[in-house]
């Protein structure tokens, strides 16, 4: 599968990355299945919460609260998070994130590290960090661990291997586990994966980790996770180094109790998370001696900044926007070029480029509304989408340049077209003249187009279009009201 | 009741039948119709590809036209969902106090086509006879920004005639987005190949919906593919009516 790590810098826009992902019909009966499942999984536990759309209010609400006073919080955070024995870095980038967490583990005194699965570190590129300074880090989520052995990349959130199959799966633990005779069955591959894990959660002294949320009021960090095998990251190692966003802040241990409903039945269709796992700072008695945790801006405060796109921050990453997306169905994950894909992705990764890069994923979506009828935190996506499109155009509108986009010539003609009924009449009589060329009679003797030029013949590759009657509603109208223009 | 028609800019070029079928369906039930003449278009197209200083004077020139009407009907779901779920915020955004109070009191009157039918009038007979199999498809603003629920399929079950058959995943989007569907052409002809293979499991000589812009896309398909099924509005079929012998 795609070779490079996911980097929005480089990816391709999207029409063509997903044109390429749609060549896989393997990856694309992959992910309509899985996504067919995780949905079916989360209606159903959805669908038994009399208070679903209450929670969700609550869980919105909680987020919003967060964001408005986001620095309160983390500062509260970091105060009792210091309390408690834990080390709190500050990194304003991902560079300075990857800085930080190469120097402690190195000053760990470990050239390996266990790793939780972490989107954050994802987003990092940490792996590649950490290997390029000589550690080596051995992923632990089983998704992850498949990602990492097959050398690919996450194309779901929070199942990161979605795109593969068990044959598959089976196939990448044969080569590099050296298992030829390995069965194909989950239990045969929940078994490899754990006799090659379980010797490094008892020999590898180091932990790196993402979180679900920080609780400001105690200075607690929250992990939750299907497998057990993160409570083992969590545990084991002598060092627990733990890198989140700083939209990872709740401001009681209380807001829990909505967001650890919200987030199992939306993210894997479970009522609870079968391990979720809550530390502070660190216990002489039990668990890590040290506890490291970065707080990594990386872009997080410029949207922030944005009125209408701060909602974006609110995402508790459940995936279920992804599951429900008609468009991420059937493309997976990797066309969007970011390890976030599906409708998260394309608000957030534009957004943390500073839309100076991913300004196609904007786009990538029918405003359909099938991913913010599903957000536990009630992010209207469709709405940040369209607000992001308007900064797209505005960016490639501005300048000289902007005079020779042919997109905006032609929105403005139409728009000044619209703002006069005695213009767009004429351009109604225009149109039918401009088309006739083009119309061909099917065999009932009916007008069709089947070829449009330039950006319309993407409309034309798969689609007729009826040619325009002869008559319009409002000429009808007036005919029939007997006043003639 | 005297109902201001906003027939929309593509039904009035690409879709007058509907708009005929509107004014049928109204008068037979006794209302007065009425056309304001200056209208053209609500900004959708604008709004939605992210032309947000294009769209404004068409949100003024809609609130300018219809001002003065007692009820507005829209047969476009995703026009009507346009005007709900942005133009309040569009109005407040340029700080526009006149424009703000305009739109708020103007948005209550307004009205999608099935949704005058049920919620408004509290009909779901209207008398009309289609003696054909047809299929629903519930597009997406229709679904998710109104809440048409099943209004539109109560009001087809009403008809006369008609065999209503089930559509597969009937709340997944055709595919169509506007600018999407060229945009992003190959996505969304996938999307469009899995409504139109849903649309022909059913059996259907028709496929039905709130909407225009989804069925023309639909409709594109299942011409190209020589499927011999048509695609037409939910106001052709309750316009739909028995020949009665002389
Ligand atoms: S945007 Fe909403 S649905 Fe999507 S991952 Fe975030 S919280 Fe979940």
Redesign the pocket.
């Known amino acids: 599968m795609s070779a490079g790590p996911l980097d929005p810098k480089t990816a391709p826009a999207f029409p063509m990355a997903a044109k390429a992902a749609m060549g896989d019909s393997q990856l694309r009966s992959n992910v309509r299945h899985a996504t067919d499942v995780i949905q079916a999984k989360r209606a159903r536990v959805v669908d038994e919460m009399p208070d679903w759309q209450a929670l969700r209010e609550a869980g919105k609400q909680i987020r919003e609260h967060t964001m408005r006073h986001l620095d309160f919080y983390l500062e509260q955070f970091e105060a009792n998070c210091t309390r408690a024995g834990g080390v709190v870095h500050w990194a304003r980038d991902a560079a300075e994130a990857r800085r930080i967490v190469v120097s402690l583990v190195k000053a760990s005194g470990s050239d390996e590290v266990i790793k939780i699965k972490s989107m954050t570190t994802e987003e990092i590129q940490l792996n590649a960090a950490l290997e390029a300074a000589g550690i080596q880090p051995y992923e632990t989520d089983l998704a992850e661990l498949i990602i990492q052995l097959g050398q690919d990349q996450p194309s779901h ?1 929070v199942v990161p291997a979605l795109h593969k199959n068990r044959q598959q799966i089976r196939e990448i633990f044969q080569r590099t586990m050296h298992l030829p005779n390995l069965g194909d069955q989950p239990q045969d591959l929940a078994d490899a994966a754990r006799l090659f894990l379980r010797e490094k959660f008892l020999r590898v002294k180091t932990g790196v980790s993402g979180a679900n949320f920080l609780i400001a009021e105690t200075g607690g960090v929250c992990v939750v996770e299907s497998e057990g095998n993160g409570r083992m990251c969590l545990t084991l190692p002598e060092t627990l180094i733990t890198i989140a966003g700083i939209d990872k802040v709740l401001p009681r241990y209380q807001d829990l109790e909505v967001t650890l409903q919200l987030l199992p039945r ?1 993210a894997t269709g479970e009522r609870m998370n079968p391990y979720n796992s809550i530390w502070t700072g660190v216990d002489p008695a039990d668990g890590p001696r040290v506890f490291h945790i970065v707080l990594m801006d990386n872009a997080r405060t410029e949207i922030l900044a944005d009125e209408e796109a701060r909602q974006t921050l ?9 599951n429900a997306c008609p468009v991420y169905r059937q493309t997976g994950g990797h066309a969007y070029g970011s390890v976030y894909a599906g ?2 992705g394309a608000i957030l990764t534009p957004q943390l480029q500073e839309m100076h890069h991913a300004q196609s994923l904007p786009y990538a979506s029918s405003l359909c509304g099938a ?1 913010y009828e ?4 009630k ?1 209207n ?1 469709p709405e940040v989408l369209i607000h992001l499109r308007n900064k797209v155009v505005l960016q490639n509108t501005s300048g000289i340049a902007g005079l020779f986009d042919v997109e905006a010539a032609a929105m403005k003609a139409m728009a000044a077209i619209f703002r006069s009924e005695r213009r767009f009449r004429a351009a109604q009589r225009l149109g039918r003249i401009a088309e006739t060329p083009l119309v061909r009679k099917d065999e009932h003797g009916l007008g069709w187009i089947s070829w449009l030029p330039g950006m319309l013949g993407g409309w034309s590759q798969t689609r007729d279009l009826r040619e325009m009657p002869k008559e319009t509603f409002r000429d009808w109208w007036e005919k029939r009201s007997g006043h003639d223009n | 009741m005297r109902v201001s028609l906003f027939i929309t800019c593509y039904n009035d070029t690409l879709f007058p039948s509907t708009g005929k079928s509107v004014v049928r369906v109204l008068e037979r039930l006794g209302h007065t119709v009425d056309f304001p003449r200056g209208q053209t278009c609500c900004g959708q197209m604008h709004w939605n590809t992210g032309y947000q200083a294009e769209a404004l004077p068409l949100l003024q020139r809609f609130v300018d036209q219809f001002r003065a009407a007692e009820v507005v009907v829209i047969p476009s779901s995703s026009c009507v969902a346009m005007m709900r779920d942005h133009y309040p915020k569009m109005a407040a955004e340029i700080d526009d106090v006149r424009l703000t109070a305009d739109v708020a009191a103007l948005l209550p009157k307004v009205f999608e086509f099935s949704e005058f039918l049920t919620k408004r009038l509290g009909l779901e007979d209207v008398g009309a006879y289609y003696p054909h199999r047809v299929t629903y498809h519930a597009s997406c603003h229709g679904l998710r920004s109104l809440s048409l629920g099943d209004g539109p399929l109560r009001l087809l079950k009403a008809v006369r005639g008609i065999d209503l058959v089930a559509l597969d995943r009937v709340e997944q989007c055709c595919g169509f987005g506007g600018t999407f569907a060229v945009k992003n052409a190959a996505v969304s002809s996938a999307m469009l190949e899995e409504k139109i293979s849903a649309v022909l499991d059913t059996g259907a000589d028709a496929c039905t919906a709130c909407d225009n812009s989804c069925l023309m896309h639909i409709q594109g398909a299942l011409h190209r593919q020589h499927t011999g099924v048509r695609t037409l509005h939910l106001a052709d079929i309750l316009a739909g009516e028995e020949e009665v012998q002389a």
Do not use: D, K, L, T
């Open positions: 959130i939306s609110n995402c508790i990453r459940c995936g279920a926007c992804q409708p998260i991913c599903v957000c536990p935190v992010i996506i």
